[in-house]
């Protein structure tokens, strides 16, 4: 099998959102992790084209989670992929079939912007969508995809596996990490990160044990055991220090600026320059994430 990298352009921006394309050796049959949103569209359209698929070609698309960046394209996609069946996991489900509730979460975070980010989202036909649970196998593109259940960036977050290859498709829960850049950002948003999850399905990945990396945000990375490690530690430490911010009496807007600069620092600490961090934040911006982050803590202590 061969894997493909999809640019999609997102918001007129290179190698932000990823869509990968798998070939098969027969050249006839292909598949797609993420769709990316509706404003890609045409990149996405453009990007099969390029590699010489034809629309009857793409049999299945793997969705690693629902939110808009990575799958908000479906509905539209699945009018024009008339052969292809769309993966989930059951919780993503009923979001696909109607995207009523999700675009309400969506605009609660996203305002106004929401046209101008995404796109519409239209819904699925049932028929054309399956679920997929922890080691499930599929055949595609001459070969098998193996999904696996890695809750944390989001409840219903699968991973998938090449097994030939090693490559792991890992959405978000393997964070944000730009092509020829050393510095993971992890992307925290709400409603519904759970840390505790996330650290559990990065040790799975760990057992995993994959030869390379491929973040929807964005590429392929084979350093997989500093890159998790990295990034399990920056979970944790964003985690506390938003706890601190939050038993300090801060409020949103001052956590969001002292989360900047200190992911910021970060960022040049390992040698990148500060339009690195403007591009990052198109995948996951500081308010977003320090929204996510707040979030969690509030419900964690309301738990105990
Ligand atoms: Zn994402």
């Known amino acids: 099998m061969q894997i493909e990298t999809i640019d999609l352009d ?12 798998l070939l098969g050796e027969d050249g006839a049959s292909a598949a ?3 769709t990316g949103p509706t404003n890609c569209l045409h990149r996405l359209t453009a990007g099969l084209k390029h590699h010489g698929v034809s629309h009857e070609d793409v049999r299945q698309v793997y969705l690693t989670h629902v939110h808009l960046d990575h799958a908000g394209a ?5 009018e024009v ?27 609660r ?21 399956e679920i997929l649970k922890d080691k499930d196998e599929t055949e595609a593109a001459g070969g098998i995809i193996v999904a696996h259940d890695t809750p944390g960036h989001a409840y219903h977050h699968l991973a998938y596996l090449e097994p030939d290859s090693g490559a792991l498709f890992t959405g978000d829960v393997a964070g944000i990490r730009l ?7 992890p992307p925290t948003p709400p409603p519904e990160i759970d840390v505790e999850a996330w650290v559990q399905s990065i040790n799975y990945i760990r057992r995993i044990d994959p030869a390379s990396l491929w973040p929807t945000h964005f590429g392929t990375f084979e350093d997989v055991k500093r890159h998790l490690g990295e990034l399990e530690q920056r979970l944790q430490d ?27 620092a970060e960022m040049l600490a ?20 320090t929204d996510g982050l707040m979030r969690y803590v509030t419900r964690r202590r309301e738990k105990r």
């Open 74 to 78: 479906s509905g539209h996609l699945s």
């Open 81 to 107: 992929l008339t052969n292809a069946t769309f993966y989930v996991h059951e919780v993503g489900y009923p979001h696909l079939v109607d995207p009523a509730k999700l675009l309400k979460s969506a605009t």
């Open 10 to 21: 997102f918001m007129d921006t290179g190698q932000v959102i990823a869509s990968f394309l």
């Open 32 to 34: 797609l992790v993420e």
């Open 238 to 264: 964003w985690l506390l220090f938003v706890e601190g911010q939050v038993d300090d009496g801060a409020d949103r807007e001052e956590i969001s600026d002292q989360l900047r600069a200190k992911g910021d």
């Open 109 to 129: 975070i996203y305002g106004e912007r929401m046209e101008e980010l995404w796109g519409e989202a239209r819904p699925v036909p049932e028929g054309r969508i």
């Open 270 to 289: 390992e040698g990148s320059d500060i339009t690195q961090s403007e591009r990052y934040s198109l995948a996951g911006a500081y308010s977003m994430l």
């Open 179 to 185: 092509p020829g850049q050393s510095y993971i950002r």
